[in-house]
């Protein structure tokens, strides 16, 4: 636990914080350490935690850990495009863990001498222990895979004081001594203004915690999720509260306005909490049994680092150690835990706040975030899903407008039919389609027997009936007798029905050429140029039993050509807006220029 206070001390969980409690042995699964959280809407937090869990299998070499949310094997997500065919939510039970600091699965066996050694099954923990130390590297991810989850955690630790934002806020002087003491309670109350309904608003039309007239101004720690929930929604308090808001012209209209947000939060909080909360004393970490131990793991894994026990920076760890000890260690242990609410009511009875000593503090603020991080451009948009798709697209959107012109002339349309082609040609199924992980390398292929086989599934006949020269031949019949003579002896009966079955597929085939033949569907094709080929179809009259000929002139169609135009009537459509035609092309690696030609 030690451990895991020296990296996460001082970060400001959304919902839950992060903690691990012992587990006794139960059946096949032996004893050891677990936990569960709920992360609320701040993603960070989970990954976090992946980073804590790969640091202290980093730290512990012996320990193997696996990690999963509501959706399962997350991590298997995160690196979707690089797992093996194999590897499904069904076969990845109990095979995805980290071990010595990396990500390890275990592997289906793919041959009767790896049976000895790899579960054919779902594997159990006890053969997961014993696999990992003795096949760690035959275990151990692939290099895409482990590079994809790296990642999103290759910024810790630094990303958690990154992903932090200071804000002025004028606020009551009770709230502004609670954060002084525990800034962790920051994050119930703006979660219980965020997620607040009519109910809870009816404490906060006169205010019994939180007076308006005692607001201080203070500078407040957020995290850049809590801090975007607060200053993104709108609110007008009642006029009953008695907080008015200056001119959104006023210079501090932001922090009166955060200010009042968080007042209607804390009030919310404390209105919720039980009569009894009053009688019940706050508990003092140093009362503790096990405070002694934690503190001593904290100063072998050097948590002070080196500051002198009484100084400011030294006082100010051990508050943090301390809110992280009630967090982790000693609440999950507490059969009588108090709500957040009844906390903070005992934090305003124990501790006593001059208003004059927190206004005079007040004065003295250093300056606070820039909170530009909030508005994004298009552009870093872009950026952004590129960094997390961990692709790098083929033209790039931002460029100088002089690189745009000459990328403009020189681009190659063939480029997107062979995407295309090259998207068809994959296997699709109800579990999705398959995407080119390299449409500028891979050439299209198109296996004949392959084709004809499957052909012959669905039609049941064999592969000489289909020879391509008799369904083309336009003055012939498909079963004539030299045909039948040529076919091999089998049973009349399968014959018969193969009979029946292209005289049908002809059949169709005629009427539909008669049926297209009257309209001006084959205009909007655009055709090949060059000579035109009269080409003789037999048009069959049942009903009067006669036959007649006409000739129409067909011009093949340009299967690309048309192609290319239906992509770039779409993609315009869209007005650079996401579309079906970007995002099929983009996950390709391949993007489209802008349509400057519309352009005002």
């Known amino acids: 636990m030690g451990r895991l206070a020296l990296l996460s001390a001082g970060y400001i969980w959304h919902n839950e914080a992060f903690s691990l409690n012992y587990t006794a042995a139960r059946g096949d699964i032996p004893s050891h350490i677990g936990g569960m959280t709920n992360f609320g809407d701040n993603v960070d937090d989970e990954w976090l935690i992946v980073y804590l869990i790969q640091q202290i299998t980093k730290e512990f070499p012996d320990l193997v850990a696996s990690i999963e949310d509501e959706d399962g094997d997350f991590l298997l997500i995160e690196a979707a495009k690089y797992l093996p065919k194999w590897l499904n939510p069904d076969t990845s039970v109990n095979r995805v863990f980290f071990y010595h600091g990396e990500l390890h699965i275990i ?95 009816r404490a906060c039309r006169s205010f019994k915690f939180f007076l308006p007239e005692t607001c201080v101004m203070a500078l407040v720690t957020f995290s850049k999720c809590l801090y975007a929930q607060l200053q993104q929604q709108p609110f007008m308090p009642d006029r009953r509260s008695g907080y008015k808001l200056p001119a959104q012209s006023d210079q501090n209209f932001k922090a009166h306005a955060l200010g009042m947000k968080l007042a209607h939060g804390f009030e919310i909080l404390c209105a919720k909490c039980s009569q009894s909360a009053s009688n019940i004393k706050a508990g003092n970490v140093a009362s503790d049994p096990q405070w002694e131990g934690f503190l001593n793991s904290l100063k072998k894994n050097a948590y002070f680092r080196g500051e002198l026990e009484g100084s ?66 298009l552009e870093e948009l872009d950026q952004m899903l ?115 079955t292209l005289g049908n597929i002809r059949d169709y085939m005629d009427q539909m050429d008669r049926e297209l033949a009257g309209t001006h569907i084959g205009k909007s094709f655009t055709k090949v140029s060059g000579e035109v080929d009269v080409i003789n179809h037999e048009l069959s009259k049942t009903e009067a039993g006669a036959e007649s000929k006409e000739n129409l002139k067909i011009l093949p169609v340009d299967v690309d050509l048309n192609l290319v135009e239906n992509l770039l009537e779409s993609y315009s459509s869209q007005a650079g807006l996401p579309g079906p035609t970007s995002n099929i092309l983009q996950s390709m690696g391949l993007r489209l220029p802008d349509n400057k030609d519309n352009a005002t």
Request: contains cysteine.
């Open 107 to 201: 592997p289906l066996p793919q041959n009767t001498g790896e049976l000895s050694w790899l579960p054919a099954g779902h594997p159990t923990i006890p053969e997961v222990l014993s696999l990992l130390p003795t096949h760690s590297e035959k275990c151990l991810a692939t290099e895409p895979i482990r590079k994809a989850i790296n990642r999103r955690i290759q910024s810790y630790p630094e990303k958690i004081h990154n992903d932090q934002h200071r804000a002025y806020c004028y606020v009551p002087a009770g709230i502004a001594a609670v954060l002084k003491h525990r800034p962790d309670l920051l994050a119930p109350a703006i979660q219980a203004f965020y997620l607040r309904d009519p109910i809870d608003l």
């Open 312 to 377: 400011a920076r030294y006082r100010e760890l051990l508050q943090m150690a301390e809110i992280y000890f009630q967090q982790s260690v000693a609440r999950p242990k507490s059969s009588s835990t108090l709500s957040r609410g009844e906390q903070v009511m005992q934090l305003l009875q124990a501790q006593s706040c001059s208003v004059e000593e927190l206004q005079k503090e007040g004065e003295n603020l250093p300056p606070e975030d820039d909170d530009s991080w909030l508005n994004i451009s």
């Open 386 to 500: 590129e960094e997390a798709s961990g692709t790098k697209l083929l033209n790039a959107a931002r460029q100088e407008e002089e690189d745009e012109e000459e990328e403009e002339d020189g681009y190659d349309l063939h480029d997107i039919t062979k995407c295309m082609k090259a998207f068809v040609s994959k296997v699709s199924s109800y579990e999705g389609a398959e995407v080119p992980r390299s449409s500028a390398s891979s050439e299209v292929q198109f296996d004949v027997n392959s084709f004809t086989n499957a052909l012959e599934k669905i039609l049941g006949v064999e592969s000489e009936e289909l020879d391509s020269d008799d369904l083309e031949d336009e003055d012939s019949d498909l079963l004539d007798s030299d045909e039948d003579s040529d076919r091999k002896e089998g049973n009349p009966e399968e014959c018969a029905s193969a009979t029946n």
